[in-house]
């Protein structure tokens, strides 16, 4: 085998220390350090709105101890989570029901015609699970005293400045004041109101989306290994089409509730799409050298692609359809099927087309004109970005099997 068909030893060890100090630093999840808490609000008689509340169990447990300053809540709550008994967890919130109660009417409040609406709690919590991660679900009542057709409602839930997670969004879904739709709140956004226009619920979810993308490391580093692995404009246009189609058919489906399947099985198959883009052209890298880059000058096949070519982009499609139920695991919204929902949904979709297209157009110029000014230093850059791509999928799907 030539040097040319050769990877350099150099390439292999630099690409596995990068990636190995990326690991390191990162979690075995895309979004191990932030968070997500889900509200459905409704309107529950005269004066009162119901709230159903899902909150990640061991972040509710050491924000309310630490504002309560209740330490035997958080000694109570952490031996439950580190036995993994949902039952005794619950026990646990239940008998600091005071802290949890306290904790979640500072940071999540309601407002009717201008005046605060007073929240109290059923005494029954109860577990669940989300993404393999337990959720301590409550059920409040707020009274408000003015009656009114304009709520507001703000949530501040596991702020920044806690020091627990770098950011909580609360996907809020209502049937309120003769409305029903869902919005997303954050610490850019934390309040939204029934008199909020359509166009301004829309921008927030394509904020949403867009942010989406950007902080999910897993979906950058596969549309890296994509845009590494394609010769040319036409090859990573018809991958990223590909994959938009793909993921957009199941993030809607599971959005939407018609099909689930659970993040057990999800997340570990994303990472292992990851490894499995970038290993397909390390492997052509190292079989075909030059010729994996396009210099050959010789397109085979309908548009353009051979036989392989076909086969990796079947393969993108499939993975796509996975990646979209992690996109819709994102935005767990449980809410009948609605046009306002599904129009939603889609602006959440463009807001991560119009970050991957930005990605596209930024990475692949760069890689192309390496290739064709330097070639040598071309098949080097890509293949270490393939490389770096191809180990971190490969420790994460090893994690996430693992649940670790």
Known sequence: MTRARRLPLALLTGGAVIALGLLVAAPASAHGFSSVAYADVSRAGTGHVDTKLQLEYDLLVVSAADAARDDSLFQDGT???????????????????????????????????????????????????????????????????????????????????????????????????????????????????????????????????????????????????????????????????????????????????????????????????????????????????????????????FLGLDRAGWLRLGAVFLFGLVHGLGFASALGIDEPWSWTLLWSLLVFNLGIEAVQLGIIAVVFPVLALSRRRAPRVGRWVTGAIALVVSIAGLVWFVQRVLGL
């Not at 394509?206 to 394609?230: N, P, V």
């Not at 489906?253 to 390390?282: D, K, Q």
């Open 79 to 301: 031996a439950a989570f580190e036995d993994g008994d949902s039952a005794a967890e619950a026990t646990a919130l239940e008998g600091h029901s005071d802290a949890v109660l306290g904790y979640v009417a500072d940071h999540f409040t309601m407002r009717s015609g201008g005046a605060p609406c007073t929240v109290t709690m059923d005494e029954d919590i109860s577990i669940t699970e989300r993404q393999s991660v337990p959720y301590a679900v409550l059920s409040l009542d707020q009274a408000c005293p003015v009656r009114s057709d304009a709520h507001v409602i703000t949530s501040t839930l596991f702020p920044d400045s806690e020091g627990f997670v770098t950011s909580t969004k609360t996907i809020l879904t209502y049937e309120l004041d003769g409305q029903s739709g869902s919005a997303s709140l954050d610490a850019a956004q934390t309040s939204f109101s029934t008199e909020q226009s359509v166009g301004q619920r829309f921008w927030e979810f394509f904020h949403l989306g867009a942010e989406h993308l950007l902080t999910g490391i897993d979906h950058i580093l596969f549309l890296l290994a994509l845009i590494a692995g394609s010769r040319r404009l036409r090859e990573i246009i018809l991958a990223a089409t590909s994959f938009t189609l793909a993921h957009s058919v199941t993030f809607i489906l599971a959005a939407t509730g018609l099909i689930a399947v659970p993040g057990a099985i999800v997340e570990p198959i994303i990472a292992l799409s990851i490894t499995a883009v970038a290993a397909w052209y390390l492997w052509r890298l190292w079989r075909k050298g030059d010729q994996a880059m396009g210099f050959d000058g010789k397109d085979i096949g």
